[in-house]
């Protein structure tokens, strides 16, 4: 007789288990694709860029986990020059390059050029100076970075100590650090990479200080890459977690190094040869830059997103554990309640953000062309939605990639598992471009000074002029709104009526946003998390209601459109539950006094959970994410993770030898001491 | 006139602000920090303890944020060394040496030998095997663990593959790994240290399963330390964000490994040299030891809390951001109301566990005495109170940890803020020692069964028989319960009344697990988790009321016993409010239509943070941390956190040479592309 154990190959079941689930799907995988790529031209493109890094050693990530900071560090300038080496062989266009970039999953120091430099620099370079500099920025002759934060201040720009005095004598500006705490602090790609900077400092003219403004100075030498005279350069150190290792966050100290007159970032303020300023004519023409990092940051959230979803749910569909079920095998993990109820949600924000994001970029590009105008009606509003939604996602993000990765229970530890490195990547996400504490408070006011205009506007208010951030205030407006939902649905109604959804969102937002307006002179202290969080929900909601509505006659299969409807409905009602307090507390939804109220909405959750999971993988698959971008053991495709975790390991460094170097200097020692003591100790029990 | 920054020395302010805030602090520090500490006595001695390894060479911690994870885990064995080093030349007991490496404040394998292996080993162990090896155990003469989770399973052990068939005509046992998911994996200490192990495995007699027992097995040479025939061995690979550096998780495959019959772990389960199986007569003997463990860890969990709470309230008192006030400062920004409620309930959270911990402990002594005397009558109530606990502790940790660490900003996010590290270190608490979801199910099922025979016990059910742990379940008995209470405090009532929120929280705890019994055969999908938290957070709930009354008296000084009131208070009030869903939900909260029902309760959680708040700094100092122990630049003990992150930069490995390695390697090459592409460029445009 065979000693039982489960009467089936653990490992080979794994495998059978990913096909079967594969084949089970009801879902056009390739339709979703394309939905989610925009087009099958777009996917197909993305994938050949893809080959060529996926099959060049050089991307490698095998040894990724092992490295030293250091390591990462040479490893990613060794990844991004490479980069630009297959740009040249391959011909491809500055996107093709960003995506390329992208796809390497590392925060890397040229990002920070990329993203952060170079649009200051052409936005707010003067014609000549871009015109001296613009061609090496674009080809990265120069490497740059962005210098504001320091050791002492953050958020708040104004209190900035770092100075640029103007001489007029010589038409240069002093850089100077006059205290530790002014030191350029954070800055990335600063530590070790960059040659130049856009520095922030406070403009000094005649003496009197005319707030933060912007200058281009050389920090490195081109010969030699040494720090310039008056400047100490370094890196700030390792972050949380191993925390974006391969970039070079950095410091640096200015001893009054002196910059010519033309290298003040001039495009909107100007001082003249003798000291006199020239106020900008549209100073606001300068946020376009922080809002496209953030309109960028939820695209990016729902990627994020997908690949911890991507990675849990297929660890999820092969991992078995708990009792013989009737069919012989243990559960799937995916299938209890408790695992189900923590994943599909995740399934479902990443396809809401990537759905926002591409909203948001369209937005963005109608406002920056009218901005480029010298418009800047649609700024406002452009701001208010991209600082909700930037606290939504990254909050959201960081929540989710955890949620992922402890539903994957002891495994999800390992390194192996993926999820911590994504974790401790995007950590810093909740508090770089604008803390979303910070952040909170300017959707709040917005919502206020909205609601104020609102109400302010006659005896019969003008709703039609609600921007789309401030829509669900029509609510407020008796005359303009459908009557306060009062009312207790059953399972069925939740389900199936996404539009009340959204209309019980809206009003929980609109009454929180009320209830705020009138207590403003005794907040409590979480009021603005609360509001803020209301307030972004409410805009989200409505933009699902609309992707549900447009995703009719959209799709060729009923299935596969029936499968989002449901996705985007679970987000909705994942949405309420999490609200629930406030809809309770402000009597939109009622006890009864008999059980427990909030109970068909969590059955509807359930329900729809259940309906959803047999098209998970095929949700999943749809995302198109290959191995070597998840880089992930109990993520891998063909579901075989076991044999992935036992591969993985057999390559730490620790198994290069057999006895590791601790023996000698350590492990012996206590071995020889622990084995005289116990000696002693039985020759002591001996002669009593 | 001087450029003007902000009016003050932000970095010299920093020291000041400390200095300040410790004088305006009215409670006795010492007072508080006796009562944690149970006695003078025993916080003098732990003092002397500490000092020995601060000033100790081997004990520096100021390389170890750029170790490699070898580097880690050499160092770890290292201090064990050192230790026990210790231990011999200042004769101390066994109780001195154990809080010496606590303090060490490192996840080292010597920790897996004295918590998880020796405890096992000593408890069911025969006599005889412990009379052999138990010096050996004890003196680390020999160094051990405990081989239980393979790669294919994990929670559930009667799912385990290994096998320990028994071979009569030899009186030996064959250890095997039949399967690659068989091999035992994330054995904490096996990768590369211990040289014997308790392995769980599945007794085979005469080819019949008796299900998992234990074996005690050697796995490496005591002469060379290299791996004994037929066992390979190795370490699994790092883990996420770093956790557990030092801890060699490890895995091991058994081809057919003979142990001689005595090496069965046989004090409760025998095998007679026959192949006969002996019944153990108390099977629950055994669990003894997972109690303790989890007893443990409430508090471990509270020290823990203590120290993300020191680090970011100390920041808070010393960061200064925002607009300059009518003082000329910027705000200090633990002053602001989103900051404080995020910490001064961390601080809350540390003094109950803290507390919670030693009565913990002292209830399994008296269960332990029991059971050694055959007594099981305790254990079915220690495992639901250490269940619910164990997943309130850890999973309340671990969100603590990261809360205070983002609430420091930016430079939440350096290593050297120290927060990342004890996150990444307790991450998997919320996994080890029984998955939180598992466990909650357990906890609903003791709560489930208190119910049923409370209410099957006639009539007149006699609620005095019920246990701490269930003792809410009264509430749903008519006669014995006081009335249901209904309704709306006024922020003075919440902060006045803790017997009312305590009984608010019973009341949530009997209606959500009444409304699951009624429910059992159609649940929503988080129902247990609600239900368990419930539960859990209800016993807490009456022990923090008792907490409260057994103060009156005890401290000397009125503001002290005040000040501590307040904190256990507002633990009440934020556990209320987290769970208000409930108490909504069920109608014990009911919203009169007009406003916010919750709006007292958020208004009397502000006016306990304002309250506590100017004792912060004294509450913190009272938990005795120093610099090294904490090992933050954040929570520098003088307040000069800028210093201290500017001292601790310039270690960095990367700035140890001006030009990084990659220079020559990939930045150059990316230059001189850029260079010639520009060249190119400016060419083209000229030509044009």
């Known amino acids: 007789m065979a000693p039982a154990g489960p009467p089936y190959d653990v490992n080979e079941q794994t495998g059978k288990d990913m096909d079967r689930a594969r084949a089970a799907t009801s879902i056009m995988v390739e339709e979703v694709r394309n939905y989610l790529y925009n087009s099958a031209e777009e996917w197909t493109k993305r994938r050949k860029i893809l080959e060529v890094l996926e099959k060049d050693p050089v991307f490698d990530k095998s040894q990724r986990e092992f490295m030293s900071r250091t390591e990462r560090y040479t490893r990613?300038?060794?990844?991004?020059?490479?980069?630009?080496?297959?740009?040249?062989?391959?011909?491809?266009?500055?996107?093709?390059?960003s995506m390329a970039i992208a796809a390497l999953d590392e925060q890397l120091p040229i990002g920070l050029h990329n993203i952060a430099f170079q649009p200051v620099f052409n936005l707010q370079g003067s014609p000549e100076l871009v015109s001296k500099y613009g061609a090496l920025v674009a080809s990265r002759g120069i490497l740059g970075c962005y210098l504001q934060t320091e050791l002492g201040h953050g958020t708040n720009v104004g209190r900035l100590e770092t100075t640029a005095t103007y001489i007029p004598s010589t038409r240069e500006f002093e850089i100077h650090s006059p205290t530790v705490t002014s030191s350029k602090w954070w800055i990335g790609a600063l530590g070790k990479t960059a040659t130049h900077g856009v520095v922030q400092a406070k403009l000094i003219l005649g003496g009197k200080d005319y707030g933060p403004h912007l200058f281009f100075v050389q920090l490195r030498s081109l010969q030699d890459h040494?720090?310039?005279?008056g400047i100490v350069i370094g890196d700030i150190g390792p972050k949380s977690g191993g925390g974006f290792?391969?970039?070079?966050?950095?410091?640096?100290?200015?001893?009054?190094?002196?910059i010519p007159k033309e290298q003040m970032l001039s495009r909107f303020a100007q001082v003249t040869d003798e000291g006199e300023y020239r106020q900008p004519p549209h100073a606001k023409l300068s946020y376009g830059g922080m809002l496209y990092i953030r309109a960028n940051m939820v695209t990016g959230g729902g990627w994020l997103m997908a690949k911890a979803a991507t990675v849990a749910i297929r660890y999820g569909t092969v991992r078995r554990q708990g009792e013989l079920g009737p069919d012989g095998f243990e559960k799937q993990i995916v299938s209890y309640p408790s695992t189900y109820y923590r994943l599909l949600p995740i399934l479902s924000h990443a396809y809401v953000f990537i759905q926002l994001g591409k909203q948001l970029t369209k937005a963005f590009d109608t406002m920056a062309s009218r901005l480029a105008n010298g418009d800047t009606s649609l700024l406002a509003e452009m701001h208010s939605t991209t600082s909700g939604l930037k606290v939504l996602v990254s909050s959201t993000g960081v929540q989710d990639v955890e949620i992922a990765r402890r539903s994957m229970g002891g495994h999800g530890y390992s390194a192996f598992a993926g999820l911590g490195r994504l974790y401790n990547d995007y950590l810093p996400s909740v508090t770089y471009e604008g803390d979303n504490f910070v952040l909170d408070q300017q959707v709040v006011r917005?919502?206020?000074k909205a609601l104020k205009t609102l109400l302010s506007s006659g005896a019969k208010p003008d709703t039609s002029k609600l921007s789309p951030s401030s829509y669900y205030l029509r609510l407020l407006v008796p005359s303009s709104s459908p009557a306060k939902p009062k009312f207790a649905p059953s399972a069925e109604e939740w389900l199936g009526s996404p539009s009340i959804v959204v209309l019980l969102l809206e009003w929980r937002a609109a009454l929180v946003v009320q209830e705020l307006a009138r207590n403003a002179k005794d907040l409590d202290a979480s009021v603005f998390q609360r509001v803020s969080k209301a307030v972004a929900e409410a805009f989200v909601a409505r933009q699902v209601g609309d992707m549900i509505d447009g995703l009719k006659g959209k799709l060729s299969s009923g299935k596969t459109g029936e499968a989002l409807t449901k996705l985007f409905t679970l987000y909705l009602l994942t949405t309420v539950e999490a609200g629930l307090v406030d809809l309770l507390s402000f009597g939109v939804l009622r006890s009864n006094g008999s059980g427990d109220v909030s109970r068909p909405l969590r059955l509807a959750i359930r329900k729809s959970c259940e309906d959803i999971l047999p098209e998970a993988i095929g949700l999943t698959d749809a995302f198109g994410f290959s191995d070597w971008e998840l880089d992930s053991a109990l993520g891998a495709y063909n579901g075989k993770v076991y044999e992935a975790l036992w591969n993985r390991a057999q390559a730490e460094p620790l198994n290069q030898t057999e006895v590791p170097e601790a023996y000698e200097r350590a492990i012996k020692p206590i071995l020889q001491r622990g084995q005289r003591q116990a000696a002693a100790r039985m020759a002591g029990k001996a002669k009593l």
Not at 76 to 97: P, S
Not at 226 to 229: A, E, F, G, N, Q
Not at 245 to 258: E, I, L, Q, Y
């Open 76 to 97: 990613g300038m060794a990844l991004t020059n490479r980069v630009y080496e297959l740009e040249e062989q391959h011909g491809w266009t500055q996107r093709d390059t």
């Open 226 to 229: 040494t720090p310039l005279p």
């Open 245 to 258: 290792g391969p970039t070079d966050n950095g410091f640096a100290k200015f001893n009054r190094v002196r």
């Open 446 to 448: 917005a919502a206020l």
